[in-house]
């Protein structure tokens, strides 16, 4: 082994937590940048889940789903306004799916690099799988326990449901809502930040 390639990877791991650093701090700023904000939790935001997903594209898997667990403290941090008042229990299964679990899996956008050739299609793909993995976190927390709020905002609507099926179309329509245009605005500007970018930002 030369004396090259043994600098080689500290010197990797020092670029990649630099980057991973900046673009956490990069997602961060643009989720308090929100285009829509639900009343009961969620928001439609500037792409902030975008930037994680690049990190995870550029620096492999590992790194991204490291960087999407700093990302998902971050964003646990400063959503403890709205884990008050509520059971310890829901406050647990909160911060699993709706922090912890739903924003490191934004990590795995890199999933189909070296998979498909074309790399604006890869990470457009991975950013769509990794962005549903997020909205299925959050139509089960909203389904398991936010479920009893379907009975005041759906149940004069949805008379022949009640029940378990009527929290679940509520989990499903309520998180869709924003979770859904999000996952879009986020593919197209991943498609195009690729595109355009692409020979900047990879390193093959």
């Known amino acids: 082994m030369n004396e090259n ?14 980057l991973a650093g900046v ?15 639900l009343p009961y939790g969620g928001s439609i935001t500037l792409c902030s889940m975008l930037p994680v997903m690049l990190f995870s594209y550029r620096a492999g898997i590992k790194w991204g789903l490291g960087a999407g667990f700093t990302f998902s403290v971050l964003q646990l941090l400063f959503g403890l306004d709205a884990l008050k008042g509520i059971s310890g ?29 074309n790399h604006p299609a890869a990470f457009t793909l991975g950013c769509l799988v990794a962005g549903l993995l997020r909205y299925v976190c959050s139509f089960l927390s909203g389904w398991i326990l936010w479920g009893e709020f379907a009975d005041v905002n759906f149940s004069p609507v949805l008379a022949g449901m009640s029940g378990q099926q009527l929290a679940c179309f509520y989990s499903l329509v309520y998180n869709g809502s924003y979770m859904i245009p999000e996952i879009l ?20």
């Open 5 to 18: 390639s043994q600098t080689r990877t500290p010197s990797k791991n020092v670029e990649n937590l630099v």
């Open 23 to 37: 673009l956490i701090a990069l997602g961060t700023a643009l989720s308090f940048v929100k285009v829509f904000d």
């Open 89 to 117: 229990a829901t406050v647990v299964g909160s911060i699993f799916l709706d922090y912890l679990l739903a924003f490191t899996v934004l990590g795995l956008a890199g999933m189909f690099r070296g998979r498909i050739k």
């Open 185 to 204: 605005v986020t593919c197209v500007a991943a498609f195009v930040v690729l595109q355009f970018l692409g020979r900047f930002i990879l390193k093959d």
